[in-house]
């Protein structure tokens, strides 16, 4: 069972443009959200993370939305560059918990 | 500033052979320490995990074990692969209860 699903596994978008990365989650008890970049052959880079008490947080052109009661969150890059263009995964976690649940990815393209 | 190191970058190996992938972390102390696995196309699964020397959490069932001989050493290893062990294994770290995980850049093993 997915308890971290990423329903679009790619994204295609106008450099300049926004993209908005989508996520969702089955666990009612999650209340650490995280939100990573992975390029080919590397390890996934923490790029910005929410907890459960806050419903936005803001990191330069990177913004996190976290709806609770939807069990949703989303990752807003604004504008869009294309050094963007990578697999973003989003995580969820108890906040003390020690298991970090990924979702299966959505591969980001920006184009010039 | 901490940095974690995993190695070696690239292995193939055949079936049946043993398997040992190392992890280090310099810059802190007493670090929780993670092993992930991203098969082909899919997301990050937590392998195992340790809050110290010697303490190693399963958290599935397969071919793999773990060990941590040392405060910062984290090690992955089997005595016999197989051919579903092929992956991308992924070191991880972090420190505080409410904080993210950091990567290190991985290990493409291929099991032919």
């Known amino acids: 069972d997915q308890q971290v699903k990423q329903n679009s596994p790619s994204l295609s978008v106008q450099e300049g443009r926004i993209s908005i990365l989508n996520c969702d989650y089955t666990n009612s008890m999650f209340d650490y959200f995280l939100w990573y970049k992975k390029y080919p052959a590397e390890g996934p880079t923490f790029l910005i993370s929410i907890s459960s008490i806050k419903d936005k947080n803001e990191d330069g052109r990177f913004t996190v939305f976290l709806n609770k009661s939807a069990k949703h969150l989303s990752l807003h890059i604004v504008p869009s560059q294309p050094g963007d263009s990578a697999v973003y995964f989003c995580?969820?976690?108890?906040?003390?918990?020690?298991?970090?649940?990924f979702g299966p990815g959505t591969r980001l393209s920006v184009l010039p | 500033s901490q940095t974690i190191h995993q190695w070696p970058a690239t292995l193939v190996q055949p079936v049946g052979s043993p398997l040992s992938l190392e992890c280090t972390v310099e810059g802190t102390s007493n670090p929780n320490l993670y092993w992930y696995r991203q098969a082909a196309g899919r997301g990050l699964q937590l392998l195992f995990y340790s809050v110290g020397i010697g303490q190693i959490s399963s958290e599935v069932p397969q071919n793999l074990s773990a060990s941590r001989p040392q405060d910062r050493q984290f090690i992955l290893s089997s005595k016999k692969l197989l051919l579903s062990d092929s992956g991308f294994y992924l070191c991880?770290?972090?420190?505080?209860?409410?904080?993210?995980?950091?990567f290190g850049n991985g290990t493409r093993l291929t099991v032919t």
């Open positions: 995580a969820a976690s108890l906040y003390y918990g020690q298991n970090f649940v």
């Open positions: 991880a770290w972090k420190v505080a209860l409410d904080s993210p995980l950091h």
